[in-house]
Structures are given as C-alpha cells and as structure tokens.
C-alpha cells in the first residue's frame, strides 16, 4: 500500500473512531481498558531506559546481514536503519507495556523481536513475566541479545530461527499464555497460520496484539478474517495496531480507537 493511500487511511480512521476516550463502550470491561490503558499517561521509571536504548541503536552505523523469512529477499542494512524502519514507536511500545502490566500478565509471547525495543517493553514491568520472542534473522537476534543484556532483562528468552519452523515447540513450553504479539511476516496466510496454531494456548482472559493491521490490503484483509473467528468477542482497531479479546463475558463487537 502507498504511503498516500496510508494517510488517507489514517486520516478516515481518525474522523470515523467512534470510540476513543470510551465514548459509547457500554461495555464495563472494555470502558475501563479504554481509560485506564489506551488513556493512560504516566511514565514508568523504565520508559527512560528503554528509550536511550532506543538512541544508541539509531545511532549505530555497524552493517548486519538480514535473512528475511517473509519476503525472501536478504539484504545488508546498519542496525540504525533496521530501528528507523521496524522499532515501534515509543507510544505503542509502552502501549505494550501498560497492557502486561494493568492486567498482570505473566507468560507473553512476541513473533518478530527486530531489535528487541517491542520486547523490552513486553518484559519490563515485572521480573515474574516469562517472555519468549522469536527472531528469524541471526544477526538481528545478536544486536537484540545486546539489548537485552544492557537493560539487564533476564526473564526473555530469544528463540532464534524461522517462526514456520520453530513457533510449535515454543508453544509446546507454554501451558497457556496470556498476551502474543504477532509482528513478523506481514502476509495475510502467515499472520493467519500465526493465529491459527496459538489459538490453543489462549485463555478466557487472553489477548493478541497484531502490528501493522493497516500496512497493506493483504493484511487488512488478515485482520478482518481473524475478526471472524468464533473465539474471539470484542477487538479494538488503533489502526497501527489490532486488539482481540477472547473473554466469553464480553459482547461481540469491534470498536475503532484512535490513540493519541
């Protein structure tokens, strides 16, 4: 999708989000994640650290080989370039990291580490979470280990090698997990067949957070195929993200948010 075309997406989005702030969620559940997480500003003490990491890779001009799974096509790139292209920004990485920590979230799963910027965030608010994310690309899984290893982050394991090839005996470590984050190959069978074999390991209380809803037609159409499935009740839409609920007590229902 063009980057016009992804303007104007937002810009829709932005004027049709019906449902930011809460405004008509009559939903108790849905009405205070809205306040309490997409609404919520304060800065926890381990934003600062995350964020000079964030600083030193897009400062770092060292050229890494990238095996890329998804579009097949390898390529040399510097570890700066790899954090402009593919870090979150630090809105939605400590979106993530309110998420764990509002609901107390202890066995989280990444697909797609990059840098590890997303990860740090996922693993940070306790010492308790187990966190597992997987990297394709091994030289790209060696900058993350640095990150990892400066933050001091000793409860992610980082599970190197093909997500096709490795996701099941990942999954086989897990008797259920509370929060997957799926940021890896953006094709529409993949996120799907992503979705698909984590399915078994979720819970009442789970969620899934899917990057990049927007980013293309295949992917947009990903996302609203996975809205289909029946064991999933109420989703929010941040456009740069996809939230999916499973809890069985919530009605079925989509909402579009835009977070500020």
């Given at each position: 999708?063009?980057?016009?075309?992804?303007?104007?997406?937002?810009?829709?989005?932005?004027?049709?989000?019906?449902?930011?702030?809460?405004?008509?969620?009559?939903?108790?559940?849905?009405?205070?994640?809205?306040?309490?997480?997409?609404?919520?500003?304060?800065?926890?003490y381990v934003f600062s650290s995350?964020?000079?990491?964030?600083?030193?890779?897009?400062?770092?001009?060292?050229?890494?080989?990238?095996?890329?799974?998804?579009?097949?096509?390898?390529?040399?790139?510097?570890?700066?370039?790899?954090?402009?292209?593919?870090?979150?920004?630090?809105?939605?990485?400590?979106?993530?990291?309110?998420?764990?920590?509002?609901?107390?979230?202890?066995?989280?799963?990444?697909?797609?580490?990059?840098?590890?910027?997303?990860?740090?965030?996922?693993?940070?608010?306790?010492?308790?979470?187990?966190?597992?994310?997987?990297?394709?690309?091994?030289?790209?899984?060696?900058?993350?280990?640095?990150?990892?290893?400066?933050?001091?982050?000793?409860?992610?394991?980082?599970?190197?090698?093909?997500?096709?090839?490795?996701?099941?005996?990942?999954?086989?470590?897990?008797?259920?997990?509370?929060?997957?984050?799926?940021?890896?190959?953006?094709?529409q069978e993949a996120v799907i067949?992503?979705?698909?074999?984590?399915?078994?390991?979720?819970h009442n209380e789970s969620i899934?957070?899917?990057?990049?809803?927007?980013?293309?037609?295949?992917?947009?159409?990903?996302?609203?195929?996975?809205?289909?499935?029946?064991?999933?009740?109420?989703?929010?839409?941040?456009?740069?993200?996809?939230?999916?609920?499973?809890?069985?007590?919530?009605?079925?229902?989509?909402?579009?948010?835009?977070?500020?």
């Amino acid at each position: 999708m063009n980057v016009f075309k992804i303007i104007y997406k937002k810009i829709y989005h932005y004027f049709t989000a019906r449902n930011t702030n809460g405004f008509g969620v009559h939903s108790p559940f849905m009405f205070q994640f809205i306040q309490n997480v997409l609404g919520e500003k304060h800065f926890f003490y381990v934003f600062s650290s995350i964020e000079l990491m964030r600083k030193d890779v897009l400062k770092n001009n060292e050229k890494i080989y990238i095996t890329d799974y998804g579009t097949g096509k390898n390529r040399q790139s510097t570890v700066k370039e790899i954090a402009k292209k593919s870090a979150k920004s630090p809105r939605f990485g400590q979106l993530l990291f309110r998420i764990v920590h509002y609901f107390k979230f202890k066995n989280v799963l990444e697909l797609g580490t990059s840098l590890g910027i997303s990860t740090a965030y996922l693993a940070s608010s306790s010492s308790q979470i187990k966190c597992t994310t997987i990297e394709g690309c091994p030289q790209t899984a060696s900058q993350a280990r640095k990150v990892f290893k400066k933050l001091n982050l000793q409860n992610i394991e980082l599970v190197e090698g093909n997500i096709d090839v490795v996701l099941n005996q990942v999954l086989d470590k897990y008797q259920t997990l509370d929060l997957i984050y799926i940021d890896a190959n953006h094709k529409q069978e993949a996120v799907i067949r992503y979705f698909e074999k984590c399915l078994p390991k979720i819970h009442n209380e789970s969620i899934i957070i899917f990057d990049d809803i927007h980013w293309s037609e295949d992917m947009e159409q990903a996302w609203n195929k996975i809205l289909g499935y029946d064991e999933i009740s109420s989703s929010i839409d941040l456009f740069e993200m996809g939230i999916v609920f499973f809890n069985k007590d919530l009605s079925k229902k989509r909402y579009k948010v835009f977070y500020k």
